[in-house]
Each structure stands twice: as C-alpha cells, then as structure tokens.
C-alpha cells in the first residue's frame, strides 16, 4: 500500500516540500527517453545558446580593439560589428528551437504521466480511495505535474545551460586574465552566499503570502456560500471581525515579503556593482601598466557577469530540481501501486449463459483498516437465479459488505463466494462485474449529457434501446422535456436534475446494462413520498427476470421479497418471508414493529 497522502488541509505545505535527493527525476528521464528527437535537438539547441551567450563577449573583445582603436578603419568596424550580428542570430534563433523543444517534452511528458496514474488508479480497488482521499489525488493530478512540467520544460533547461555557461565562462576567464579569473573565484561566493540565504527567506515569504491570499479566498467562498445562515442567526459582526483578521494577517505577511525583497535588493546591488566595480579597478590598473588591452577588460567584465549569474541562478534551479524531485516521488507511488484485487494468471471463464446464481459459503471478512473486528462472519448464502433476497438489519451489521464481496471490491479471509458455481478468486473480476448491475443509494451521475450518463454501463447501446430503457424507469417524461433532449448537459453529478430523476436515470442505466444479477443498495432511501413510488414501479420492472439482492432499511421496499435476511453483527440471525419473519417475533418483527407504528401515527 502506499503512504497515504497528507491531509488537505496539509497538501499546500506538501506540494512545495522538496526531496532530498534527485533520485526521483529518474521517472521523468525514462519518460522523456521516449522522445530522443526532441531530446537531441533540445541539447543541441542549448549547447548552441550557450557557446554563443560565451561567443558575446569575444566579440566585445574584438569590437573594443578593433573598432574603437585610433586608426580604426570602416571595414574592421563593420566585421566586427556583423560577427557580433551573426552570433545574436544565431543565440536567438537556437533559443527558439530550445523553448520549442523542452516546452513540448514538459507537456509531453506531464501528458504521459498524467494517463499513465490515471490508468494504473483505475485498476485499484475502491478500498484504495477510502484510505486515500481522492481531493488528495487529484492535487497530485494536477498541482505536481504541473510542478513537473515546470521543471522538465523550464528549470532542467535553466540547470544545464547555466552549467555549460558557468563552466565555459570560467574556462574563458582564465583565458583572458588568469590573475583577475581567481581574484573573481573568490568574490563570487561571497556574491552568491547572501543573495541565496535572502532568496530563501524570500521564498518562504513569498509561499506563507500565498497562502494567506488564499486563506482570504476560502473565507470568503465559505461565508458567501452560508450567507442565508450567517444572516439568519445575525452573525454578520462576528462574521465581518473574523474576515478583518484574515485580511490583517495577509498584510502582515506580504509586510514581511516586502521588507525581505528592500533588504535583500539593497544587498544584490551593492554586492554585484561593487564587484564589477573593484574588477573594473583592477582592469584599469592593468590597462595602465599595459598588460591587458581595453577589449580584455571588457570582455572579462560581460563574461564575468554572465558566470556570476549562472553560477547564481543554479544554486535556486537546484532547490527547484528537488521540489520536482519531491513532486515525482509523490506521484509515482500512485504510478507503482498495486491492485489488491487482480485477474489470476489463468483465470476460470464464467458459463454462458449466465444463469445469475450466488452463493457465499461461510465466509469470514475484515476491512484493512479494521483487523480485529469482523465484517462478517461465518455467513452463508445461496441466491438462487430469478430470486429477490432483501438483506435488513441495523446500521453496521455487514449489509454493504456483502455487495463488496459480490463484486468482488475485496477477497474474504475465510470461505468462498461463488457465481454460476465459479469462485471468484478464480474468475476475472472485470466479467464477474459485467453480470451485476448497482442502483446505489445515491446515484452518481458524471458531468456528461444524458445520453453518455444513460448508457454508461452499455456504451453501445442506441438511442432506441436507450428510450426503451427510461421508459421502463419512468424516466422517460422529464428526458424529453430536457432542452436538448438525450443531448443535455446534466450538469457536475445531475445537478440539474432532482434527486428523484437522478435515480430513475441510475436504475434506466442499469435496465441497459442487461446483466443477470441486480444489486439494489438502498436504492429509494432518500426520496419523497411521490419518487419512492415511482421510483419503486421502475425498479418493479427492473427486478423482473434477474437474480435480485436488495439493501433496505425501509421495511416497506422489500415486503415482497421471496426472502428476507436478517443480519446483526456480521452474521445472519433470521431468513424467511416478511409474514414468517413478523410472526416469529425477533430482530425483523421488533424492526417492522417500529417502522410500521410510526408509519402509522405519521399517518394520522
């Protein structure tokens, strides 16, 4: 299993969190692999911008001493202006081919990623997600690829130049005045030390800013958001001070980030000038004595500030490398994550046709997350094809678990589940679900138009086959009354439909799907009087013919079920028809008893 994510109430903190090491970049490598023309004209590209960013100032040199010698003639200035010329071109044209080329491996990459996670979370169990926060997951989709794309595009590019250039400058350097080139080697920490130690402090600056303008975004979604509560109950004094002191501390730390950039620009100007200023002495005082010509000390200057700079900029590009270090790692444990429940090596094929038996043969379960106590335990039964079996009892009695097994979401610690007389561990989990059809208690719709919502389980289904299937589940009317008919866009989760309509669209999407076992979870706990009934006609229909098992805690829903089973604590207590279960006096009878009787009196 994978280290769970952090909370989100965390996951800022986390996402900006560096590695600590680069060890996890080798993922990003292997993917860009993929691609080595672009890889190739990327680093040819950059060994290109680098060798003429170096080629400037030479042509300083030249420019210097030949063209503004005395006695400087026109054609000496004009070749040495045209070579500066030629290597501008040259830098800008390779720089285009540069951005072109990294910026298309970022998104490419991040591209592949993004499938690759997405593919392989596909493929784990729904425990996985109840461990695993999916908001956490889809800020590791989204904030660290983006923080990847960054680094693969931008900050690896930035490195390796600023490498080649620092490392060439330098060879350069010593070239032009090996005396100044270590004179330099020693300013150049004391250069870039401070202005790394304030670019830090004004990074964290900067991040705890960020949060604090976000926290003033959040507050004010959330009141905005509550405003018919926080007016009704006269809270908008209370509600306004709290606004204030978010707005106040958002002040107090952009005051911080301002102070830390004043001090820390202050600081970068002085040290920088003051360093091309005692290099400027010094190269004066040598062009005083003869030992250097005016071109060199120009040259060295321009040089100089190009590795200063280089040497500068990798010290905050290699604190970059290890956040997207970080951002890898991060992501592939989703890449690396193995399903618990997976297809055996030669799975057993289910009969055809299906007949929609189940069976569970004294099974024993335990949720990961709860070892020690027994979801079920010693349970057994038999469903036989065509029959309707409700499963009652209260809250927690291992109700839910059973449809989990059925589908195989998990494998019991203890005995076996059959379907059509094949074990589940032995069969492929994808055609064990291709026979079973879920109406949950809430029906989850996709932000989709309606056609796609409805044939979500029978993707090939036509538009026929689609109007026969809402027809059945009384869905029919309000479908055609949507402005664009099967076309209408439902909104995030149906929003634009009641939660009544939304179920007749979950129980029509499951009449598509044509598979021999029904799994009704509570299917009409949540609605009103009028979509129950509706509701419940269309689920009438729908249970004719298949192997039915029904969760219900309205006792209502399931009084003509062929059989009832009663669980309590993980097992089964009771098994029989409504009027035998009633007349026995137990579990069922006591439950019937108090739904009934309020039914009653709420009746009256």
Same mark, same amino acid.
């Given at each position: 299993m994978a280290r769970r994510p952090t909370s989100t109430s965390a996951a800022p903190a986390d996402e900006d969190k560096p590695a600590r090491s680069l060890g996890p970049l080798a993922m990003i490598w292997r993917l860009?692999?993929?691609?080595?023309?672009?890889?190739?004209?990327?680093?040819?590209?950059?060994? %290109?911008?680098?060798?003429?960013?170096?080629?400037?100032?030479? *042509?300083?040199? /030249?420019?210097?001493?030949?063209?503004? !010698?005395?006695?400087?003639?026109?054609?000496? &200035?004009?070749?040495?202006?045209?070579?500066?010329?030629?290597?501008?071109?040259?830098?800008?044209?390779? #720089?285009a081919v540069r951005f072109y080329c990294v910026s298309w491996l970022g998104e490419r990459v991040v591209a592949d990623l993004r499938e690759k996670v997405q593919a392989n979370l596909l493929r784990l169990p729904p425990s996985f997600f109840e461990a695993n926060s999916p908001k956490e997951i889809s800020s590791r989709m989204t904030s660290d690829t983006s923080l990847i794309e960054v680094v693969v595009g931008t900050t690896v590019s930035i490195a390796l130049r600023n490498a080649i250039t620092g490392i060439g400058g330098t060879i350069y350097l010593f070239f032009l005045a090996p005396r100044l080139t270590l004179e330099l080697l020693v300013v150049i920490p004391l250069v870039i030390v401070p202005i790394a130690t304030f670019g830090r402090r004004?990074?964290?600056?900067?991040? %705890?800013?960020?949060?604090?303008?976000?926290?003033?975004?959040?507050?004010? /979604?959330?009141?905005?958001?509550?405003?018919?509560?926080?007016?009704?109950?006269?809270?908008?004094?209370?509600?306004?001070? *709290?606004f204030a002191e978010v707005v106040e501390q958002t002040f107090a730390a952009a005051r911080r980030r301002i102070a830390i950039r004043a001090v820390m620009t202050a600081t970068v100007m002085v040290l920088v000038f003051g360093s091309i200023t005692l290099l400027l002495w010094q190269g004066a005082l040598g062009v005083a004595r003869g030992t250097i010509s005016g071109g060199t000390i120009a040259a060295?200057?321009? #040089?100089?500030?190009?590795?200063?700079?280089?040497?500068?900029? =990798?010290?905050?590009?290699?604190?970059? +490398?290890?956040?997207?270090?970080g951002a890898a790692s991060r992501l592939n444990e989703l890449l690396n994550e193995k399903p618990a429940i997976a297809p055996p090596a030669r799975p057993m094929a289910l009969p055809a046709p299906p007949r929609g038996r189940i069976a569970f043969e004294k099974v024993t379960f335990r949720y990961p997350a709860r070892p020690d106590l027994p979801a079920i335990m010693d349970f057994s039964l038999s469903v036989e094809p065509?029959?309707?079996?409700?499963?009652?009892?209260?809250? !927690?009695?291992?109700?839910?678990?059973?449809?989990? =097994?059925?589908?195989?979401?998990?494998?019991?610690?203890?005995?076996t589940i059959k379907l059509d007389g094949v074990p589940l561990a032995s069969a492929d989990p994808a055609e064990i679900r291709n026979r079973m059809a879920l109406v949950p208690q809430e029906a989850v719709l996709f932000a989709a138009n309606a056609r796609d919502n409805l044939r979500y389980g029978n993707w090939e289904a036509s538009d026929e086959a &689609?109007?026969?299937?809402? *027809?059945?589940a009384n869905a029919e009317a309000f479908l055609r009354e949507l402005p664009e008919g099967l076309d209408t866009f439902l909104g995030e989760n149906g929003s634009r439909l009641s939660g009544g309509q939304r179920q007749r669209v979950a129980i029509a999407r499951a009449l598509l799907r044509q598979a021999p076992i029904l799994l009704l979870d509570e299917a009409t706990s949540a609605l009103d009087a009028e979509s129950e009934r509706l509701?419940?006609?269309? +689920?009438?229909?729908?249970?004719?013919?298949?192997?039915?098992?029904?969760?219900?805690?309205r006792l /209502?829903?399931?009084?003509?079920?062929?059989?009832?089973?009663?669980?309590?604590?993980?097992?089964?207590?009771?098994?029989? #028809?409504?009027?035998?279960?009633?007349?026995?006096? !137990? +579990?069922?009878?006591?439950?019937?008893?108090?739904?009934f009787d309020d039914r009653a009196v709420a009746a009256q």
């Open positions: 860009g692999a993929n691609y080595p023309r672009q890889v190739t004209l990327a680093l040819l590209a950059l060994l %290109t911008t680098s060798s003429a960013t170096i080629a400037i100032p030479m *042509r300083f040199k /030249a420019i210097v001493d030949q063209a503004f !010698g005395t006695g400087a003639r026109v054609d000496d &200035i004009a070749h040495a202006f045209e070579g500066l010329l030629a290597i501008v071109l040259v830098l800008g044209a390779a #720089t004004l990074k964290s600056a900067s991040r %705890t800013s960020q949060d604090r303008i976000a926290d003033v975004g959040a507050k004010v /979604a959330e009141v905005l958001g509550a405003m018919r509560v926080v007016q009704s109950f006269n809270q908008e004094a209370r509600e306004a001070g *709290r060295f200057v321009v #040089t100089a500030g190009l590795v200063a700079g280089a040497f500068g900029a =990798l010290t905050e590009v290699y604190g970059e +490398l290890l956040r997207g270090a065509g029959e309707t079996v409700a499963i009652v009892g209260p809250s !927690g009695a291992g109700k839910s678990t059973v449809f989990q =097994l059925a589908q195989r979401f998990y494998d019991p610690q203890a005995g &689609i109007w026969e299937a809402a *027809r059945a509701v419940q006609d269309a +689920l009438d229909r729908l249970m004719a013919s298949r192997t039915t098992l029904v969760i219900a805690h /209502a829903t399931v009084r003509q079920a062929d059989r009832i089973v009663v669980m309590d604590g993980g097992r089964i207590v009771e098994d029989g #028809t409504h009027e035998a279960l009633s007349r026995a006096g !137990g +579990l069922y009878a006591r439950l019937a008893a108090l739904q």
